[in-house]
């Protein structure tokens, strides 16, 4: 049995939470720049790629520091209020890019 199995697991869900969300964020943004009538705006297109590949990759970092910090046997201070920060700040980044997306196609 691996030990800290319950916390493992719950770091494994919450990145895999940000991935899904990246993923429903990306998927709608990209189906809402082919709806427009007119050529795409490749830019947003990639800004939108670009976020979504950061949060990803800054998710999973996220997820291998806390693995390291479950392996540890001793009880260490939360340091994860930066990072999420951030990660959310860029999901809010990405709504905003959605939100761009939407008033292109009207």
Avoid: C
Avoid at 34 to 59: D, K, Y
Avoid at 64 to 72: A, E, T
């Amino acid at each position: 049995m691996i030990p800290n199995y319950t916390s493992h697991a719950a770091n494994e869900r919450t990145f895999l939470a940000w991935v899904r969300t990246v993923i429903a964020i990306e998927g709608f943004g990209l189906v809402a720049a082919r709806l427009r009538p007119e050529t795409p705006l490749v830019w947003s297109e990639v800004a939108l790629l670009v976020a979504g590949g950061v949060v990803i990759l800054l998710a999973y970092l996220r997820m291998q520091r806390i693995r390291r910090l479950l392996d540890k046997a001793e009880r260490s201070p939360d340091e994860t209020g930066l990072s999420s920060a951030f990660l959310v700040l860029l999901v809010a980044a990405l709504f905003a890019l959605f939100g761009m997306f939407v008033l292109h196609v009207r």
